[in-house]
């Protein structure tokens, strides 16, 4: 039967193809192969490469930022005379249910122009992403009509057959820019022939014409888009023939006229996004979550005060006599623990490194969320958002070092140094393992997802020049800061035991419990960030994102601070490591969700798919861990303080 591979709610484009008979119309997405690929190492190429993160070709909003003088050059470079050419690069392909397993579009035994491949020079973010854009023999110039204009006559060989069959078999798509601007098809079809008293049989066929509809206002495209004819094909079955086989290529281009201005021309990408009824579901997701949060988070904070103000009560009143109570009844519960509650945690060096780096995540997180907020990244923008992270990831960078710092001196620390060096490679150094192993996947598969080494070794100089010593001078200023930890409460010699707890009171329960309350309030969006990432869809609502993202942080905050609440109460007063892996257990749920997503959600398949998908979204979810976790601890921390500068401690 003719289904929709992903039936959607980001469509901004379609692909018209036919099979068995029926019209099936796919959503095609650009797809960002690498956008989590070094981002803590490489964020000063803008240092380096001098890239520009606003650089958007083929739009001119006014949010970018060009000036007048960049934007009228910017409209000189799209704008062309009748019969003029307009560039017209293949980039990738690629089987449609693998988004980052792509391909050079060369490898494909397609027509090459007669004057030699050239390639494209790309930047940073673009090899990131995966593209590796080369000429095309297509000639389609400025407002001028083509009907089955031949492209080459090709005699394939049996190798070359096979690699049409396997692309036709595993649903390859094709992708091109033609001004900039994106475009799909599909590489062939199969069709499913039934015949009475005998198993079905399956036909392959290749497409081998391609039909360009394009629209232009005044001197400019403004849109583009590509269909193949189902009428025009060939079979490429094993059975079809022996031997070689000699194919015809052909192509037909028309234009017409439109009143869409060129600076809009980037909206059709995104416009499926803002229809009222996907906008509805988002909007549900939202009020459903807030609801949710609303009603437990008060429930708990309700319990949470009455038992405060008791406890207020109980240790502030110092009328031990009128109420019949001895100093040693009085002395139970978190007020017990009062000379141990401000006890440095065990292994100072990696806790601050954990603090000190999830303060730099969340920073750069809130200044790539500004970016988003006013309008930098637009659909298809390549290599846009993974420069603007570079570029932000730059601006913070100093952070995680002078955070880290900072608190080891104030914790006593003396091998500051060590510090350093943990805190510069604790997200780092996992995010390049698991690179280094993806990349030679990569490599093996001969994939466009894999980095050239040119572009790894520039990676690794800006790391040495650039990442490291930031965080270097960072960690020197949080040394040198005059800044103290001041405790309401003295610490004692010795630290007193802890009782014995229920299992339930242990820490992998208790980060159960903490990580289900917020993944519960971003799990229904969390599914269309994944189908934008790892599928065909389009994410362009950021302001909704933003408000899940400052539910998810609230969210953490609270469970995190009632939970260190009912263990202080205990007497349990290692509080500092426990609070930070309840805050980043959301990560862990996630990584769990990771599963549900691959296996249920998805057609996703194969060694290098799955090694890419569950690899990423690893150093994904370690990142979220180190973020929320330093959210909790500093949610706690503050609760901490305040509880305990509210009685007297002696």
């Given at each position: 039967?003719?289904?929709?591979?992903?039936?959607?709610?980001?469509?901004?484009?379609?692909?018209?193809?036919?099979?068995?008979?029926?019209?099936?119309?796919?959503?095609?997405?650009r797809i960002t192969h690498h956008a989590v690929v070094l981002v803590a190492v490489l964020f000063g190429v803008v240092f380096i490469s001098g890239a520009d993160c606003f650089a958007v070709r083929g739009t001119?909003?006014?949010?970018?930022?060009?000036?007048?003088?960049?934007?009228?050059?910017?409209?000189?470079?799209?704008?062309?005379?009748?019969?003029?050419?307009?560039?017209?690069?293949?980039?990738?392909?690629?089987?449609?249910?693998?988004?980052?397993?792509?391909?050079?579009?060369?490898?494909?035994?397609?027509?090459?122009?007669?004057?030699?491949?050239?390639?494209?020079?790309?930047?940073?973010?673009?090899?990131?992403?995966?593209?590796?854009?080369?000429?095309?023999?297509?000639?389609?110039?400025?407002?001028?009509?083509?009907?089955?204009?031949?492209?080459?006559?090709?005699?394939?060989?049996?190798?070359?057959?096979?690699?049409?069959?396997?692309?036709?078999?595993?649903?390859?798509?094709?992708?091109?820019?033609?001004?900039?601007?994106?475009?799909?098809?599909?590489?062939?079809?199969?069709?499913?022939?039934?015949?009475?008293?005998?198993?079905?049989?399956?036909?392959?066929?290749?497409?081998?014409?391609?039909?360009?509809?394009?629209?232009?206002?005044?001197?400019?495209?403004?849109?583009?888009?590509?269909?193949?004819?189902?009428?025009?094909?060939?079979?490429?079955?094993?059975?079809?023939?022996?031997?070689?086989?000699?194919?015809?290529?052909?192509?037909?281009?028309?234009?017409?006229?439109?009143?869409?201005?060129?600076?809009?021309?980037?909206?059709?990408?995104?416009?499926?996004?803002?229809?009222?009824?996907?906008?509805?579901?988002?909007?549900?997701?939202?009020?459903?979550?807030?609801?949710?949060?609303?009603?437990?988070?008060?429930?708990?904070?309700?319990?949470?005060?009455?038992?405060?103000?008791?406890?207020?009560?109980?240790?502030?009143?110092?009328?031990?006599?009128?109420?019949?109570?001895?100093?040693?009844?009085?002395?139970?519960?978190?007020?017990?623990?009062?000379?141990?509650?401000?006890?440095?945690?065990?292994?100072?060096?990696?806790?601050?490194?954990?603090?000190?780096?999830?303060?730099?995540?969340?920073?750069?997180?809130?200044?790539?969320?500004?970016?988003?907020?006013?309008?930098?990244?637009?659909?298809?923008?390549?290599?846009?958002?993974?420069?603007?992270?570079?570029?932000?990831?730059?601006?913070?960078?100093?952070?995680?070092?002078?955070?880290?710092?900072?608190?080891?001196?104030?914790?006593?620390?003396?091998?500051?140094?060590?510090?350093?060096?943990?805190?510069?490679?604790?997200?780092?150094?996992?995010?390049?393992?698991?690179?280094?192993?993806?990349?030679?996947?990569?490599?093996?598969?001969r994939s466009t997802a894999a980095l050239p080494f040119g572009t790894i070794m520039v990676i690794l100089i800006i790391w040495a020049l650039v990442t490291f010593p930031l965080t270097v001078l960072g960690g020197?200023?949080?040394?040198?800061?005059?800044?103290?930890?001041?405790?309401?409460?003295?610490?004692?010699?010795?630290?007193?035991?802890?009782?014995?707890?229920?299992?339930?009171?242990?820490?992998?329960?208790?980060?159960?419990?903490?990580?289900?309350?917020?993944?519960?309030?971003?799990?229904?969006?969390?599914?269309?960030?994944?189908?934008?990432?790892?599928?065909?869809?389009?994410?362009?609502?950021?302001?909704?994102?933003?408000?899940?993202?400052?539910?998810?942080?609230?969210?953490?905050?609270?469970?995190?601070?009632?939970?260190?609440?009912?263990?202080?109460?205990?007497?349990?007063?290692?509080?500092?490591?426990?609070?930070?892996?309840?805050?980043?257990?959301?990560?862990?749920?996630?990584?769990?969700?990771?599963?549900?997503?691959?296996?249920?959600?998805?057609?996703?398949?194969?060694?290098?798919?799955?090694?890419?998908?569950?690899?990423?979204?690893?150093?994904?979810?370690?990142?979220f861990f180190l973020m929320l976790g330093n959210v909790g601890f500093r949610a706690s921390k503050l609760f901490v303080m305040h509880i305990y500068k509210a009685i007297k401690c002696e």
């Open positions: 039967p003719c289904v929709d591979p992903e039936p959607g709610f980001w469509s901004p484009i379609s692909v018209t193809r036919v099979v068995t008979g029926c019209t099936r119309t796919v959503k095609m997405a001119t909003k006014p949010e970018i930022g060009l000036s007048p003088g960049a934007t009228r050059k910017l409209l000189a470079t799209h704008q062309y005379r009748m019969r003029e050419k307009v560039p017209l690069y293949a980039n990738k392909a690629g089987p449609f249910h693998n988004p980052s397993e792509t391909y050079q579009y060369y490898d494909l035994p397609f027509c090459e122009p007669d004057t030699g491949l050239k390639s494209k020079i790309e930047d940073l973010g673009e090899v990131l992403e995966g593209d590796r854009m080369t000429s095309t023999p297509y000639h389609v110039p400025f407002r001028v009509d083509k009907e089955n204009e031949s492209l080459c006559r090709k005699t394939l060989t049996k190798a070359d057959l096979k690699k049409f069959r396997k692309a036709v078999e595993e649903d390859y798509y094709f992708q091109m820019f033609y001004d900039d601007l994106p475009i799909w098809g599909f590489v062939g079809k199969i069709e499913k022939i039934l015949k009475p008293n005998a198993n079905a049989e399956m036909r392959y066929y290749l497409f081998t014409h391609v039909h360009f509809d394009v629209s232009y206002n005044g001197d400019k495209v403004v849109e583009i888009n590509v269909s193949t004819d189902p009428l025009r094909t060939v079979d490429i079955t094993d059975d079809a023939g022996a031997g070689e086989k000699t194919i015809e290529f052909s192509y037909s281009a028309r234009w017409k006229e439109t009143h869409i201005p060129f600076d809009r021309r980037m909206e059709k990408y995104s416009r499926y996004s803002f229809l009222p009824q996907h906008l509805e579901i988002h909007w549900f997701s939202i009020i459903n979550s807030c609801v949710t949060v609303l009603l437990l988070t008060g429930f708990l904070a309700t319990i949470l005060m009455r038992v405060l103000k008791n406890d207020f009560i109980k240790y502030t009143t110092g009328r031990d006599d009128e109420v019949g109570l001895s100093e040693e009844s009085d002395e139970t519960g978190w007020k017990y623990i009062h000379g141990d509650v401000f006890r440095f945690p065990r292994f100072t060096s990696l806790f601050c490194a954990v603090i000190g780096v999830g303060t730099q995540l969340f920073a750069m997180t809130m200044g790539v969320f500004s970016l988003a907020l006013i309008g930098v990244f637009y659909p298809y923008n390549r290599g846009a958002l993974l420069t603007a992270i570079l570029v932000v990831y730059a601006l913070t960078s100093g952070i995680a070092g002078y955070v880290a710092a900072n608190n080891y001196r104030q914790m006593g620390g003396t091998l500051w140094v060590r510090n350093v060096l943990l805190t510069g490679s604790l997200f780092c150094g996992p995010m390049f393992v698991v690179f280094s192993f993806l990349n030679t996947v990569a490599i093996a598969y020197i200023a949080g040394k040198n800061a005059q800044t103290e930890f001041n405790a309401p409460c003295r610490t004692t010699k010795y630290p007193r035991e802890i009782p014995t707890l229920p299992w339930y009171r242990s820490a992998v329960p208790q980060m159960a419990m903490a990580g289900f309350l917020p993944f519960s309030a971003i799990y229904i969006e969390l599914y269309y960030i994944f189908a934008s990432v790892w599928g065909h869809k389009v994410y362009t609502i950021y302001s909704i994102l933003f408000i899940v993202f400052i539910i998810l942080v609230i969210v953490t905050g609270f469970i995190t601070i009632a939970l260190t609440y009912f263990q202080l109460a205990v007497e349990d007063h290692e509080w500092w490591w426990r609070a930070v892996v309840c805050g980043g257990s959301t990560g862990v749920f996630i990584y769990a969700y990771c599963f549900y997503y691959y296996y249920a959600r998805s057609d996703m398949s194969g060694f290098m798919q799955t090694s890419f998908f569950f690899g990423y979204m690893w150093t994904i979810c370690y990142g």
